[in-house]
């Protein structure tokens, strides 16, 4: 889940292992979410996004999950890597209109050697 | 390669400064945004614009001003109004058809000593 305050929570897997991050959303009536990930002191990348009328989208080695019924948003990562270290979080949009982004504070995603 | 472009990536002010944020895309993407960035909080819209020479208010535009001149620019100006402008500044653009994803700069950190 998401936490508010300064300290992200942060998930530690191991090389190669799989990456679960879990993401609630607030608002019901969103119908497209976005995954990004953030690397230290660098602007969000675009990972893979989904739509309302699906529940699962698969990208290269991702893979997002929507749960409607419990508002509840997740990535998966197979085989992660040390690149894959980062902050990863999720964003809500009501339309297509950019300025009603909602954004999630995140999750820091550390890969153990 | 089209893309988003922030200038300066690090910048001091000090107290009772104003400064002024660089953002320019080749996108040729209608929309515009900056968003400010804070550790463990999600991004927060300052403003966005859809057009040139029109802009309008995020939730936090109070001690910032923009302009739109170009669409291809979109600088933010921190004024000393703005109680607590230390923070990572980053702008987005997106398209105002279709999936509205947003793409992302590499973002400005601002320090006022």
């Known amino acids: 889940g998401e936490s508010v305050g300064l300290h992200l929570p942060t998930l530690s897997v191991q090389e190669g292992d799989n990456s679960i991050i879990n993401c609630a959303y607030s608002?019901?009536?969103?119908?497209?979410f976005i995954w990004y990930k953030q690397e230290s002191g660098k602007g969000p990348q675009f990972i893979i996004d989904?739509?309302?009328?699906?529940d699962k989208r698969q990208g290269q080695r991702v893979t997002v999950l929507l749960n409607k019924t419990v508002k509840h948003l997740s990535l998966q990562i197979a085989a992660t890597q040390p690149g894959d270290s980062a902050v990863y979080f999720c964003a809500e949009n009501i339309d297509n209109y950019g300025q009603n982004f909602v954004f999630g504070p995140g999750t820091r995603l550390s890969v153990l050697p | 390669d089209g893309g988003i472009t922030q200038s300066p990536k690090y910048l001091f002010r000090k107290e009772g400064q104003n400064v002024t944020l660089s953002c320019e895309q080749n996108?040729?993407?209608?929309?515009m945004y900056w968003y400010r960035q804070d550790p463990g909080q999600g991004l927060r819209l300052i403003y966005y614009?859809?057009?040139?020479?029109?802009?309008q208010k995020g939730d936090i535009a109070e001690g910032y001003s923009v302009s739109r001149e170009k669409k291809e620019s979109f600088p933010l100006t921190v004024t000393s109004a703005q109680k607590n402008p230390t923070a990572f500044y980053l702008c987005?653009?997106?398209?105002?058809?279709?999936?509205?994803?947003?793409?992302f700069g590499e973002g400005s950190r601002l320090t006022v000593l």
């Open positions: 614009s859809q057009i040139v020479n029109d802009f």
């Open positions: 987005a653009s997106s398209t105002l058809q279709g999936t509205g994803e947003l793409f």
């Open positions: 996108l040729n993407h209608d929309a």
């Open positions: 608002n019901s009536a969103s119908d497209y």
């Open positions: 989904i739509r309302s009328n699906m």
